[in-house]
């Protein structure tokens, strides 16, 4: 061996002591979860179905708020800003779980999804959200569009390389 081969090699017990290293930051790596493989569509459709119950529910929050202050569920000038952060706000969640989960473009996906099922419900059913059935519309719908927005995203991908 010559001399500039062995500047260019690590001792072995150095070797050993980054690989120690590595293994116990791959331990303590936060956000991640062991768990049992699941098939990305259960996972997509699960992800979607909760943020759809988010959306709901931050609305409702907004519209009680708005009852609380201005003594009516008409939130006025406010309505806007809080139909935005209450997408903002859902998309961000579906990011961090899909993220958590491992999943492949997990910001892109909610983006899509959420984006997707707000174009869909201001399109079609807009006169229909003081319905019961709403409730469990726009879950459904989101979980749908969770799926679309992943399969869009993978023919993105096929279509970039």
């Avoid at 569509?41 to 979607?48: F, H, M, N, P």
């Avoid at 929050?61 to 939130?75: A, I, K, M």
């Avoid at 990011?95 to 707000?118: C, D, E, N, Q, Y």
């Avoid at 419900?121 to 469990?136: E, N």
Wanted: overall charge negative; aromatic content about 6%.
């Amino acid at each position: 061996m010559s001399q500039e081969d062995d500047g260019d090699r690590m001792p072995d017990d150095l070797e050993a002591v980054l690989e120690a290293a590595d293994d116990e930051a791959e331990e303590e790596r936060p956000g991640r979860y062991d768990a049992p493989p699941l098939p990305p569509g259960l996972i997509l459709a699960v992800v979607g179905l909760l943020c759809g119950f988010a959306t709901i529910a931050l609305v409702w929050l907004s519209e009680r708020g708005c009852e609380r202050f201005r003594d009516t569920t008409n939130c006025g000038a406010l309505g806007l800003p809080l139909l935005i952060l209450i997408v903002v706000v859902t998309m961000v969640l579906g990011g961090t779980a899909l993220s958590r989960l491992a999943m492949p473009h997990p910001k892109l996906i909610p983006f899509l999804g959420v984006a997707f099922m707000v174009a869909l419900v201001v399109a079609f059913l807009t006169g229909h959200l003081d319905s019961p059935w709403i409730l469990a519309v726009v879950p459904v719908l989101t979980a749908v569009t969770f799926l679309l927005a992943n399969l869009l995203a993978r023919l993105l991908e096929r279509a970039d390389a």
